[in-house]
Every structure is written in C-alpha cells, then in structure tokens.
C-alpha cells in the first residue's frame, strides 16, 4: 500500500522546490575568459549580456557581446535541464566563439561524453546570424556553405540533443541581436520567404494597387477628428475643425525592393541607385504623400529611423531607417508627392510572405506646462502577393521539422504499435494457437529491439519522468520533448495502455532492453541452464526494491541535476540501447551482468531493480480493464497458471497481481487451450463420457 502513495507524495515535494538557478558567469571570470588587450564592460541593466571592447589607438572600439544561453533562451534538455553555453557574437552577428558552461544531456555524460558536444558547438565560430545554419545529419555533405548558408555537422546517437543545443544557441543569439544590432527577436532566417529577384511584370500604379503590391490611404480632417471622438483629444484640431473636407494626407505605401514594384515606379537611374544602397536579403520600403500631415515630419533627421509610419510583424516591431536617398518616381505618377525611401535590414527578418503591419500614428498635445499626449494611430495591412516570393524551404531546427523530416520512421512506427493494439484487443483469437502466438511475440519483439531501440532510439526511461519534473520545477516549457518524436508518440501509446492495460503493454512488448532480457532468458533454458525461482515471500521483497530506487531518483530532483544524473545509471538502457554498448568498461559491464543475471532469474532487472517499471507499475493502478479471464477453478484449485508464471504475478488464490505483470499472455495461452488448462481437460473429459443406459427389464 505505501507504493500507491509513494508517488504522489514525492510530487507534492517537488511543487515546492525552488527553481533552478541560470547564468554562472561573473566579470572577473568573463576577464579571464577574454584576457588584455580585450576589456570587459559592465553587464547590460536590461538584457544580460557583456560588453567587449578593445582599444584602438584612441578609441574605444566595441568588439563582442558575450552572453550566457541560458539566461536568454532556457530550453530544457532531456533531463529537463537547459544547456548553458557561452557565446560571443560580433557586431555585425558573426559568432566568435561559443563553449560548453554546463549541460545535462544524458547521452553526454558518461556516454559519449562531452567531448563530441565541444567539437559540436565549435563549429559555430566563423559563422553569421545572417546565414541559414543547419545541422548536416548525413555522413556524405552534399551541400557546400556559402554567403546565405551554412552546415555543420550533428553528433551520431545524439541527434535531438544538438538540436535543442542548436536551438539554444541561435535563439539567445536573435534575442541579443535584436536588442543590441538591430536583429528580429527569436525569428529563424530559415523560415523567412524571399524575393524573386528576377520576376518583372510591367504594370501602371492602378494595377499594382489592385495587385495589392502598392497601398493607399486617403484621410481628410474629418477622418482623424472622427478618430480622437470620446478622448481628450477630441476638438483640438483648430484647423480640421474649421476645414473638416480638406486633405489631411494621401498617402502610398509599397515594398519597393520588389523588381515589379521599383522598376515601375522608379526611375531606371532610381532603382538602380535603391538597389546599390541594399545588401542580400534586405528589404525597401517606399513612402509617398501629400498633405497638411508628413509622414517625415518638420524635426526628422535624414538617416534616423521613421517615428510616423511604423511596422510590425508577427506583434514584433521593425526598425525602418531611412536611405537618405532622392529618388524620382518614374513618369511622374504621383506630381508633388514627398517621396522617401525606408530600409529593413536582412538581419530584421521581416519575412516577405507574411503581413507587414503600418501604422500611422497621430499625436495630439493637451495641456501647456505638462502637456497630455493623446496618440491615435491608422492601421495598415500589405501582404504581397504569392507569385512574387520564394516561400521558405524549411529548416532542420524547429521540431516541426524533425517530424516531417522523420514521417516515414512515424509511419512505421505507428504502424507497429497498431498491429499490437489490434492484438491485445483481439487476444483470444491471438491465443487461440499458442504455437502461433509465440512466433507473433518472438517477431514484434525482433521489430521492439531493431526498430524502436536501436533505429529509432525509441526505448523509454526514468530520464523522461525526471527530465519532465525538472522542467515543471524550473517553471519551463515542455517543448523539448517534441524534439524527439518517436519517444512521444510511445509515450501516447504507453499511457493510454496503462489505461486500459496497466504497465505490462510497455514492459512486456516496447521494452527494448527487457526484449532482450526475455531472449536471454529464454535462449537459457534452451541450453539447459539451470533457472532459479524465488520463494514467494522473497520474490515480494525483492520487488519493493525498485520502487525504492524509484523514490531516490525522484528525491534527487530536490537537491540538484548531478545527483539525479548519477542516480539514472541505474538503468543501463543508455549503455545498452542509446550507445549500443559504446561505453567505458564499467558501464558495459553493469548492463552485460544484468542481461547475464536474467538468464538465471526471468527478467532480473525489470522485476527487481527496474525505476521506470516501478513508476508504470504505480501509474497502472489507474487501469480500467481486469483484461485477464479468470475461472472459478483458478487457484482453488487449480495452480497451473501460478506455477507457469515467470514473473510470478499469480496469487496462490489465483488472482492476478497486474502492477507486475508483463503481458506475456502466457498464463492466457494456458486459458484457452483444451491441452493445456486443467479446469478445461476435465470439461473435455465429462463431455466424451457416454454414460451407460440400464437394459429394460433390469438386465444389464
């Protein structure tokens, strides 16, 4: 009974932990990190980053930003913790340097260690927050950098764990570069859609403005004072209250870095001076009006950003600077309208397929000591039209795209686990044949080992249960575990078995490593060697244990990750399955000694020592389904099933204990065979019995 307690206990302890701590540096450490000639600056009041600057001659010359991962984009890995990295970026969004400070990642310590994650992270210096970085999982490179791209190579058996270190990296590095150079917050270059640079159609400025490539807003007095209606702002416009029909401004707004846009509305001299003022990937923004209101306004500085007319996407505001050019639209289209042309920097990721979000704002001033500013604005929406862009390719980073990337393997995968389902709820046709039944085991156990554990490195852990409480006690977001897709789609199907099931369906079936112990177990007896059963009370014993080293690993959440790191080695499936058995001689030996003990004793570690098993064991009491048929006969007197049972999940009194059965269906088999199930040869035997008639007359 204290084993059905046991978990929600441990839970209610861990809601009250505190969080974990993020950032580790300090500016004496970051002096010793980045020596003389560099000088380290006081960390940003707003953002944590570092300053780096270095002396040249008698300037003062800004060189980097360092800033810690963690601080800025805390994505937990996969025991729940985030990588903390250091990363030193340039001025212009180049990488200088980034390095390991601290990480969790199961299959980096003590398993491949952390030695091909630091190779891994190395390869970001030399490349830009401009390019499209993506992880090369291929072992031949088809694909060579340039300018706009670069690749570098993932780490073999610990694919989802760069990516989230990847993920890590460049969303702390978009956050400082957009407060810091001018870069969009969090937005990936990847998902960003491009401009056909060489698609032209030649059209007039009525059919670019029904095209949609060309915006127009026409506002009289009576427009705006409609606008300020129930504010204070209300009536202050002396010169629109008295001429409420006359032009406030008529204005136009286009993307003119399109070809078909700036070609037809600019001069050929025009667009080719635009075009020289831009970089790749960099986007124009033309503005012409008339009116009583300007757009620039009587105090604008030529070269500032545009204070009037501003532009958001996706709710993130983008700097609008203007190109202090004199450009001259084409036959004069638009006589004695202001024309000024606004740039978007690459780096600003405005994203030509989405919608760019104007606004004009209006400001008027009440009050004459301390004037009350009462700001109004209109809005306006542009979306270029399809044809005109190249939509983003996509990007191996997003687990969006690890999903779509892995399909095929999910198709597979489900698949499997629909052929089992469909046979776990069809048992008694399954069962029918036993001969049947054991090549049907035998084969999907095959496919569990192959498939789900080394292919798919599919095989579920303690290090999931723990990685999701570290994450919820540090107030983090789930997400990292979309990052693996096969291990939530089993995670889909296991808790939804544990339902119906209890913990057997996973234990039994997925278990990569208790797969292997069965064929351990099983290829014994076929060589004779000799197997122990525990004595009962023993058995029982024995089988708290796990739950014990249960409640310590969920404990050691409390009091740190590398407590909890160390504790999760109690489970060799790392060793075994993740690596495949590529690990120091320790680690190999404790996994190849628990396969060695099942072949004494059935399933050693699951029955015994198993963590994950104890906690599938506590959330199978929730189970629905009594899904084992029971006779009357059963354990009163009958014993067969009890004496058949491996894992000696079958109570003397013939009930069966489901926290630790491993729905190996045997004791089922037994149940429908007429060969095999005592109480069912007995009925076999009356119902052949012919019963003799006494002769008429008393003659016999």
Known sequence: MWSATLLPLLLALLLVAAPARAGVLDKAELERRFPAPLMVGERDADLPVWPIFKQNATATELVAYVFESADLAPVPGFAGVPPNLLVAIDPKGGFLDVAVLSQHEPVFLDGLGEGPLIQFVKQYKGLSLKQNISIETNSKRERHPDAAHAYIDGVSKATASVRIINQSVLAAALKVSRKKLGFAQGRDPDQIARIKPDLFETMDLLRMQSEGLVHHLRLRNRDVERLFVGSDGAGLDQEGLAHPDDLFIDLYVACVSVPSVGRNLLTERGWRKLKGRLEEGDHAILVMSTGRYSVTGDDFVRGSLSERLLLKQDQLPIDMRDLDLDLAVAREQLPGYTVTAFRVIAQAGLDPAGVFHFSLPITRNKGIVYPERITRSFDIEYRLPERFYVAPEGNDKSWRAIWRGRAVDLLVLVGGLAVLAFALVKQKRLTANGARFAWFRRGFLVFTIVFIGYYAQGQLSIVNITGVLQALLAHRSLEFMLFDPMT???????????????????????????????????????????????????????????????ALILCSTLFGNVWTDRLVELEPFKTSITLGFDRSWSFVTYAVALLAASAFVYKFFCRYLCPFGAGLALLGRFR??????????CGKPCQTCRHSCDYQAIRPAGDIDYAECFQCMDCVVIYESDEKCAPRIMEVKRSRTIPIMPMAGGQS
């Open 488 to 550: 939530v789609v089993l995670w889909a199907f296991v808790l939804i078995s544990l339902l119906a099931w209890g913990r057997g369906t996973f234990c039994g079936w997925l278990c990569p490593f208790g797969a292997m112990q069965e064929f351990v177990g099983k290829a014994a007896r076929k060589f004779g060697i000799p197997q122990y059963r525990l004595r009962g009370a023993t058995d029982a014993r024995l089988k708290r244990l796990k739950y014990v080293l249960l």
């Open 624 to 633: 629905l389904l009594a899904w084992i048929a029971r006779r009357s006969e």
